[in-house]
């Protein structure tokens, strides 16, 4: 049977695959979150739009991450 | 907010403030959710005809926890662009007022715009309608042109009811001539 965790590329072991591919989505949200979060405060014209979007996007995307940050340590 | 930072004249109405139309949104929304469900998709396939991984002697039950893992990835950075898309849709708009029209708009992610433009200033309002959904739900660009050189020209793709905007600033643009002609003083 194929084991998928065996390959390895650039030489590095799968484990840290997987870290690296979660320190890079973590880098791409913070980034992302950032630019977001002062857009939404600068140029929208009401409060309450920008409370409920920032609130929506934080209780979407934060949980998903979460699960990302905890699966990425307990896949060997 | 926007409104601190534009700073609207102590008698400055705002006739109307327009996004693009929600045709445009859906779908841009709708491919973004396609891709959120793909692969979804792809294990729903796999559930439904498990001799397809037989040929890869490949078995997923050793892998869920693999799998949640690019499946959550997959679904933070499709949720991102909706947002995007969604930030895109609601930040960029044109304020209409009785004296100027002001245009927010997003160059880049990084970048947004506002400009404004007197309505004493217009010269030139076209809209087009181009194409058959367009037509049908009514929506279309509006491009406006400004004393002064080329660069001061705005235009805009995607607007609901160009025809009903253009309307608006026309008779917005009347009533300001008329105004100005009437006290001059406020001009300065």
Redesign the interface.
Same mark, same amino acid.
């Given at each position: &049977? *194929?084991d #998928?965790?065996q390959f390895q590329s650039l030489g590095l072991p799968f484990h840290s695959i #997987?870290l690296l591919?979660?320190y890079f *989505?973590i880098g #791409?949200?913070a980034i992302?979150t950032a *630019?977001?979060y002062y857009?939404?405060?600068?140029? =929208?014209?009401?409060?309450k739009? %920008?409370t409920y %979007?920032l609130g929506l996007?934080f209780t %979407?995307?934060l949980p $998903?991450?979460i !699960? &990302?940050t905890i $699966? =990425?340590f307990? !896949?060997n | 907010m926007l409104f601190e930072k534009i700073q609207l004249d102590a008698e400055e109405v705002v006739l109307k403030t327009v996004r693009k139309h929600w045709f445009i949104i859906v779908t841009e929304l709708f491919g973004v959710f396609s891709m959120f469900l793909f692969p979804f998709f792809i294990l729903f396939i796999v559930a439904i005809f498990p001799n397809l991984l037989d040929s890869l002697n490949l078995n997923l039950a050793h892998y869920t926890a693999l799998i949640s893992f690019a499946i959550a990835g997959w679904s933070i950075l499709t949720l991102m662009s909706g947002f995007m898309i969604w930030t895109h849709y609601y930040l960029d708009h044109w304020i209409i007022t009785d004296r100027r029209i002001i245009l927010v708009d997003q160059v880049a992610f990084f970048n947004r715009n506002v400009s404004m433009f007197r309505l004493e200033r217009l010269q030139d309002i076209k809209f087009s309608i181009d194409g058959v959904i367009p037509t049908f739900l009514n929506f279309g660009s509006l491009k406006a042109e400004t004393a002064g050189n080329s660069e001061s020209n705005f235009s805009s793709t995607g607007l609901p009811d160009p025809r009903g905007l253009q309307a608006i600033i026309q008779k917005a643009m009347d009533d300001r001539i008329s105004a100005i002609h009437m006290h001059p003083e406020e001009l300065i």
């Open positions: &049977m *194929i #998928i965790t #997987i591919v979660l *989505i #791409i949200y992302f *630019i977001l857009h939404w405060n600068e140029y =929208a014209s009401y409060k739009v %920008t %979007t996007y %979407t995307t $998903l991450l !699960i &990302m $699966l =990425a307990t !896949i | -």
